[in-house]
């Protein structure tokens, strides 16, 4: 049996993520009706590895069974902005062709979207101007273990792998985000302590009942 750590490339490990994505958040799965729900999931998964510096697919026999993307802010050049910028504007006419298959009410899901990721960004920036919390300048943008591999210590060698990386760069503090789909109990165990909690406009669209959101975060 061979183990490897590889960087991740749209090309070769889009569409194995995007499955595993789908198995971890089967409700954003759902939404999609007559159509792949994996294409939605993948657009999910695109858009966070765009929004990353730094990533790494856990290999074993050549099957993926673990994926990593992690974000160390002041390295987030202007050209990765710009071409997530540019995918964020063709969301929109994506939803409404049926990329992803048929999505009720395509508009009020991207607006919803946009939503979420406004109230993140206004929490981070009151973090920044008012809160003693360490400078957060690393991010863990995805991360996810085949569920047959769960538990056996996969998903902390990831963000152990992360880590290491935010110190050779010197970096203060990373957070991430997460669901109520999302396994917070891991990050707890990892030493991550939630410092926000939020009612997520997307999510609470998806399951049609006010859905909280959360951040964690811990010193590097
Ligand atoms: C989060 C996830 C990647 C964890 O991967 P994993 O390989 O199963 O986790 P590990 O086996 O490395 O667990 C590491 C530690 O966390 C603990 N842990 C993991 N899940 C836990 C849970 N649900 N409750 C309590 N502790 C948990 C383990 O007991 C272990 O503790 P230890 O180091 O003291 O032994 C995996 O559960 C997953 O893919 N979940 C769905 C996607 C997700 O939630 N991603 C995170 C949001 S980006």
């Known amino acids: 049996m061979t183990i490897s750590l590889v960087p991740f490339r749209i090309k070769d490990h889009l569409q194995r993520t995007g499955e595993l994505a789908s198995f971890a958040w089967p409700t954003v799965s759902s939404v999609v009706q007559n159509g792949n729900p994996q294409a939605l999931m993948e657009e999910y998964v695109r858009l966070a590895y765009l929004d990353s510096t730094w990533s790494s697919i856990l290999k074993m026999d050549n099957e993926i069974i673990g994926c990593i993307f992690g974000t ?4 987030l050049k202007l050209k990765s902005k710009w071409h997530i910028l540019k995918r964020m504007m063709a969301l929109p006419k994506r939803l409404k062709r049926g990329d992803y298959g048929h999505i009720n009410n395509p508009q009020e899901f991207y607006f919803k979207f946009i939503e979420t990721e406004k109230k993140i960004a206004k929490l981070a920036k009151k973090d920044e101007a008012e809160s003693m ?77 006010p859905t909280q959101s959360f951040i964690y975060y811990r010193e590097i």
């Open 72 to 75: 160390i802010r002041p390295k």
């Open 133 to 209: 919390l360490a400078t957060i300048d690393a991010e863990i943008r995805f991360l996810v273990v085949d569920k047959e591999f769960q538990g056996q210590g996969i998903g902390k060698q990831l963000v152990e792998a992360f880590l290491n990386e935010t110190r050779l760069n010197n970096c203060h503090a990373v957070q991430v985000q997460l669901d109520l789909q999302s396994n917070w109990r891991f990050f707890e165990a990892l030493g991550f302590g939630r410092i926000h909690e939020f009612e997520d406009p997307l999510n609470s669209f998806i399951e049609g009942t």
